[in-house]
């Protein structure tokens, strides 16, 4: 799921953009406004995830809230579903489920754990690339395609606050 601008190679994604919208968009409707992005990879090195911070920062800086460094959490392994599928919890992962959350790809994790996810179509992304591959096959000399597939939020616990209860460090 990750963009190339590479003009001979057709690609398939999520629209990762829109889905940092709509997680930033989801927390701060439920009144949350101290609100960072955690990420495994670097954003230099991913697009899929460069994609999603830009859409997370366009809706911060759309509620008028101004981009701050400490937004941005680059961390370990912890955050990833291998880990996260270990039968103990990590301190770090204790931690993170104490928090107001929203993930993305709606993993088993997720839906087993009860958080707040952005779902990413896999099957749509596998009928599109079957899709090109069988056109290639009748057309190899045919354009290359860039499809960008829309994504969805699926609330769950992780992200609901009690709006009562908000202050300026939430």
């Known amino acids: 799921d990750k963009q190339t601008d590479c003009p001979y190679l057709n690609n398939v994604v999520c629209d990762n953009y829109d889905g940092g919208r709509q997680a930033a968009r989801h927390l701060l409707g439920q009144g949350h406004r101290n609100i960072a992005f955690f990420t495994a990879a670097p954003l230099s090195e991913t697009s899929s995830?460069?994609?999603?911070?830009?859409?997370?920062?366009?809706?911060?800086?759309?509620?008028g809230i101004a981009p701050d460094p400490k937004q941005l959490v680059t961390c370990c392994e912890e955050l990833s579903d291998d880990a996260a599928l270990s039968t103990e919890l990590t301190p770090f992962q204790q931690k993170l489920l104490a928090m107001h959350l929203c993930g993305f790809d709606d993993t088993n994790v997720s839906r087993s754990l009860g958080i707040t996810s952005i779902h990413q179509d896999f099957a749509g992304i596998g009928r599109e690339v079957g899709r090109?591959?069988?056109?290639?096959?009748?057309?190899?000399?045919?354009?290359?395609?860039?499809?960008?597939?829309?994504?969805?939020?699926?609330?769950?616990?992780?992200s609901q606050k009690n709006l009562s209860s908000i202050s300026e460090h939430d």
């Open 49 to 63: 995830v460069r994609d999603r911070f830009a859409g997370f920062l366009h809706e911060m800086k759309a509620a």
């Open 132 to 158: 090109i591959l069988l056109a290639a096959l009748k057309n190899p000399a045919a354009e290359t395609e860039k499809i960008i597939l829309p994504v969805t939020i699926v609330p769950r616990a992780s």
